[in-house]
């Protein structure tokens, strides 16, 4: 059975940095890709970023660039979302996903390109 498990969630005030990280388990588990989602109250689950392991490229959604980035190590099932510069409006539950097929264009910032998802961890940033 496949796990993904997220931690590093916390509250922060504006201005400030958090970390994510998500590692993921299971005997059989390989992915093409990984990303992070996030999720507001009462809204939607919208992209965040994602890192495709073949070619290390990474995508981020406008609101986040230059702010947010995503790296991480595919050998070791891991992926990380560093967060600086945080703005009350990135207060959300953040989720971790990976994907087992490629994904080109616009598919890479569906909810549905992805196979597998975390729990959520919770961030809250203070204004």
């Known amino acids: 059975q496949v796990q993904l498990v997220e931690s590093g969630g916390g509250l922060v005030q504006a201005g400030g940095s958090l970390r994510l990280s998500c590692a993921a388990s299971g005997r059989d588990f390989s992915s093409r890709a990984m990303g992070w989602f996030r999720q507001a109250p009462g809204k939607e689950r919208w992209f965040v970023a994602r890192?495709?392991?073949?070619?290390?490229?990474?995508y981020y959604a406008d609101s986040v660039k230059g702010r947010f980035t995503i790296a991480g190590d595919n050998a070791k099932n891991t992926v990380y979302l560093q967060m600086n510069s945080l703005k009350p409006e990135d207060t959300a539950v953040y989720y971790c996903?990976?994907?087992?097929?490629?994904?080109?264009?616009?598919?890479?910032?569906?909810?549905?390109?992805?196979?597998?998802w975390g729990q959520g961890t919770q961030v809250i940033v203070s204004s």
């Open positions: 996903a990976a994907a087992r097929d490629m994904a080109f264009g616009s598919r890479r910032y569906q909810k549905e390109a992805y196979d597998y």
């Open positions: 890192i495709s392991w073949s070619t290390g490229s990474t």
